[in-house]
């Protein structure tokens, strides 16, 4: 049982001779996944309901690093920097400490949540191998940011929904929209053998018409403002169905690999592997670098996009550098004294000095950071706030007109028209402040910045 298997194998927690009723053991560990706030708290409550008796360590540990939880699953160390955790994250993450080629340890951001084999807010590394469904199926899916010169009250409410807003509607497609023209090659990534990618290459025509869309979901475009009330630009979205399509292949070619020769890796947790050995490796490592191309060549013209029609309608705007980041991809990485394959789902890389972005929802904060680099996350971050609820919870449970008003009293052009809009309502998420706060050892906040008005994916 977990239990059990955190305090016979922590090097930090020992039982010192106390026996374990295992199912016992599992309620304790129930009970923990959801009133530990703090590592102080987790630990305290382990030595108190186990009966350890060597709790100095234990204490030690919880000063020097109140923001990240540790325990131990099936030998390997899992670090975690989120308040909570919810029961199919928890899940997910039993199942992949039981993965035979990871590498030192497994983090999981505070935005954590159960996802499809790997928790979102999750980043792995390994030896020899890559996982597909540890990037995830929207590749090289990530967010960009410009500061503009201009002041948001100088906006004339009338400017900002006619011309502003509805400019940006007409020029950028949303949802499974994408351009009625094709769009010139010079927006598609360059410096590739396109008919040497197999599934590219049968999706090239269509990236013509995917470039520069938005897509669904959780994807956004908003106008936000700094505490000096300065306007920013901030866009969160991916690969579009290429990303899926190469997902997808790769998955279940991984997955015949792993049948055909009698992989350890369990089928049902969907962590099938590609050896580094095998040309499919290879293979999927190009298209995958072409998906996280071609995400950022989408963000790019979207958001030249958005420049133009802001150029249109503010006379002398100057916009700064764009800001990118990515948070799905795997990378080949230096941690601990070895080079290894690093894959963030749902995680933004935090070098020290490196300058990122974490989005809230459209009812609240977004953050500009510069990474701490912390080798205990693999010198990585949140990817965003991270949702409480799924999506079909959050049309269940949350109330249309509470939502509406909640983001009409901040004055902020929403997008909350219908009960399906609920997927994507502040009240879905996390406190995006308290995410921040448990990743103070990760990053370092420079900006923040506050919503204006918001177009989301549909």
């Known amino acids: 049982m977990l239990l059990a298997a955190l305090c016979q194998d922590n090097p930090v927690i020992s039982k010192r001779g106390k026996s374990f009723d295992p199912k016992a053991s599992e309620n304790i560990l129930k009970i923990y996944r959801f009133r530990c706030n703090t590592g102080e708290e987790f630990f305290t409550l382990l030595a108190r309901d186990t009966g350890i008796r060597n709790t100095q360590k234990v204490k030690q540990l919880s000063k020097e690093d109140k923001t990240m939880r540790v325990t131990v699953l099936n030998k390997i160390p899992v670090k975690i920097w989120a308040k909570s955790v919810d029961p199919h994250a928890w899940e997910e993450i039993e199942n992949l400490s039981t993965l035979p080629f990871l590498f030192h340890h497994l983090a999981f951001m505070p935005d954590l949540h159960g996802g499809m084999g790997m928790p979102i807010g999750g980043v792995m590394a390994t030896k020899g191998v890559i996982v597909p469904n540890a990037v995830g199926v929207d590749i090289g899916c990530g967010m960009c940011a410009v500061k503009t010169n201009w002041k948001v009250p100088d906006i004339p409410r009338e400017v900002l929904t006619e011309k502003i807003m509805k400019g940006i509607r007409e020029r950028i497609p949303v949802g499974f929209a994408h351009h009625e023209v094709a769009q010139d090659e010079s927006f598609l990534p360059v410096g590739y053998d396109i008919d040497s990618l197999q599934v590219v290459k049968t999706q090239y025509e269509d990236a013509h018409y995917q470039v520069g869309t938005l897509g669904g979901g959780n994807h956004f475009i908003e106008l936000q403002k700094d505490d000096e009330d300065t306007l920013w630009v901030m866009l969160h979205s991916g690969s579009r169905n290429l990303g899926y399509k190469v997902a997808e292949f790769y998955d279940k070619k991984a997955a015949a690999i792993n049948a055909q020769y009698y992989s350890v890796v369990k089928p049902e947790i969907r962590m099938a592997f590609i050896p580094q050995a095998t040309p499919l490796f290879g293979e999927y490592w190009n298209e995958m670098k072409y998906c996280i191309d071609f995400a950022f060549c989408n963000r790019r013209l979207m958001m030249e996009r958005i420049q133009e029609v802001l150029s249109d309608a503010l006379p002398g705007i100057v916009f700064e550098p764009m800001i990118n980041i990515a948070h799905n991809y795997a990378a080949i990485e230096h941690h601990f004294g070895e080079n290894v394959y690093v894959h963030r789902k749902g995680a933004t890389r935090a070098r020290k000095g490196e300058i990122g972005i974490i ?91 506050s919503p204006v008005a918001v177009v989301k994916g549909l």
């Open 359 to 449: 989005p809230g929802s459209q009812g609240t904060r977004s953050y500009i950071v510069e990474g701490l680099g912390n080798p205990d996350s693999f010198e990585s971050s949140s990817h965003g706030s991270g949702r409480v609820l799924s999506r079909s919870a959050a049309v269940k449970e949350l109330s249309l007109e509470d939502e509406i008003a909640r983001l009409d009293s901040l004055g902020i052009i929403h997008a909350i028209r219908s009960r399906n809009d609920l997927e994507e309502a502040p009240g879905a998420y996390k406190d995006i402040d308290e995410v921040m706060e448990c990743q103070k050892d990760l990053v370092k906040i420079l900006t923040r910045l």
